[in-house]
């Protein structure tokens, strides 16, 4: 770096595994590197904007952004697109991570990587590679890849290649877009070492006969870092898909997100075999216990839903994480006991409830330095990424884990407790900024309206409006874009009304 140091804010001796890509442009020097605080630790993303100004350097350096906390991370590798931002890969724990810097989205790929690397067509090209090693459960070492276009991976699109090797790097072809781009793959582990060359990425030959998903939710605030991930969902030796998840939604919104934690539907049935794997905890216990405090939590649950009727059929999993029980990343698998169930077609879904939802999340980061040398082309698209607190998670394998491992946790099914009367508690937190959560109840199947009010009056928002079977429900009210003060919050459903106050403080 030609500044006074030479140094890149936030690195220190423990920094390593630094890798830089520059932009595609002809706007001076735009570089967007990644780097690891040590060997195994946190994943950082940071942009750099170079211009020379006569005899010195303008130089402009974004404050480094965490985009994986510290666990078990290894190998990072960017590309720069043409549009200034970036696509990175690492592997975290055991699967190669896809990280596309302006979606509030994190894909997964894989099983026990070892190794990936990232690269994109020459020229103006936003379609690329990004390729992993991995030694799955069958002992067999082999190289994937999967190929993204405008940044965005196509899940459908791995590959198993012709090499084996331990150690991968994609490379550019001889066209400037992403045909005929090859990966080198380098074979370590016993005598005679060797580099082998794989077969053309692209076009592609054909796609993956079978593709095992899962689907979850990432949380980061200050020191909280928490991942679930329900993965390998296998009925009567069918794996089931989720529904589609586009990367243009903001998932950071709690409601977006929960919108497509959804399986496809599937018949279930009383003597039905059903497994799945589960990817959940903290990347630190202790940490996040001090971070959650008193009135930190994370609540999430897995129900069964019918298809029919959208009631409720059982519900799998039900937990409440705090301060006092928060445990680092499990992976458990389990089975189902669907005894006493009648036959029919149903979904998974998971639901998220959580008070740590960052108000500036999903917004652009700001910076105090000085942007008047920066071209405006830059400062509205890249200087305006942002970092959102809550990611979804999409995981993508062409081997079922689960049906691999040899012990399971069995689950018996929580059939839903109807309740004898209507209720609209109170909301959770109160005072409340700016989000909270309101719970209500319902006896039997009917319309139900959930407005919000101001004291004057005006409706400012409609939580609920229109049919609800009978049932346990809960709701979320940002208030983000109101100001601070009193609000009434006020249920209809049939005869009965109720209304409650809540107190927005900013």
């Known amino acids: ?71 078990a991370n290894l190998c990072p590798s960017i590309v720069s697109l043409p549009n200034y931002y970036y696509n990175a890969c690492w592997i975290e724990v055991q699967n190669m991570a896809f990280y596309k810097a302006e979606s509030s989205v994190r894909y997964y790929y894989g099983t026990y990587g070892t190794s990936c690397s990232i690269n994109r067509g020459g020229g103006g090209s936003s379609s690329g590679f990004a390729v992993w090693s991995q030694q799955p459960s069958s002992g067999t070492k082999s190289n994937k890849s999967i190929r993204y276009d405008n940044g965005t991976p196509i899940s459908s699109s791995i590959q198993t290649l012709s090499t084996t090797g331990k150690y991968v790097q994609v490379g550019n072809g001889p066209t400037s877009d992403h045909s005929y781009m090859q990966v080198s793959s380098f074979y370590p582990n016993s005598l005679p070492y060797y580099f082998s060359t794989s077969q053309t990425l692209g076009p592609l030959s054909k796609s993956s006969p079978k593709i095992v998903e899962g689907r979850g939710f990432i949380i980061k605030k200050g020191d909280v870092y928490f991942k679930y ?73 897995v129900e069964l839903i019918d298809e029919a009727t959208g009631n409720i059929v059982g519900t799998i999993k039900n937990v409440n994480l705090n301060a006092s029980n928060v445990h680092t990343t499990q992976k458990p698998t389990y089975s189902l006991n669907t005894k006493g169930l009648d036959s029919k077609i149903v979904r998974a879904k998971i639901t998220l409830e959580t008070n740590l939802v960052d108000e500036n999340s999903g917004k652009p980061t700001t910076t105090a330095q000085d942007l008047s040398h920066i071209p405006p082309a830059i400062r509205e698209k890249r200087l305006n990424i942002k970092n959102p607190n809550i990611i979804l998670t999409k995981s993508y394998s062409e081997e079922n884990v689960s049906l691999a491992k040899a012990i399971f946790e069995q689950l018996e099914l929580e059939k839903p407790d109807i309740p004898i009367s209507y209720s609209l508690e109170q909301n959770y937190p109160n005072p409340f900024n700016p989000a909270t959560t309101i719970h209500y109840e319902l006896p039997k199947a009917g319309n139900v309206t959930i407005n919000v009010y101001n004291l004057l009056g005006e409706e400012v928002a409609t939580l609920v409006k229109g049919e609800k079977q009978e049932g346990r429900y809960s709701v979320t009210f940002d208030g983000s874009l109101l100001s601070s003060g009193t609000y009434l919050v006020r249920m209809q459903s049939g005869n009965y009304s109720k209304t409650i106050k809540i107190l927005l403080i900013k």
Request: aromatic residues 12%.
């Open 1 to 71: 770096m030609p500044d006074d140091q030479g140094l890149l804010n936030g690195t220190n001796a423990s920094t390593t595994n630094v890798q830089l890509s520059i932009v595609p442009s002809d706007l001076d020097f735009c570089i967007n590197l990644v780097r690891q605080a040590g060997p195994t630790g946190a994943i950082y993303g940071q942009f750099l904007y170079l211009q020379p100004d006569y005899s010195e350097w303008f130089i402009y350096q974004e404050n480094p952004v965490m985009i994986s906390y510290p666990t």
């Open 229 to 301: 991930n329900l993965e390998g969902l296998n009925v009567d030796g069918q794996d089931i898909a989720f529904i589609d998840a586009s990367d243009e939604v903001d998932y950071s919104k709690i409601d977006n997100l929960n919108n497509v934690l959804l399986t496809e539907p599937f018949q279930l049935k009383e003597d039905s075999k059903v497994i799945f794997m589960e990817e959940s905890g903290f990347a630190d216990s202790i940490v996040a216990s001090k971070a959650l405090g008193k009135e930190g939590y994370i609540h999430y649950k």
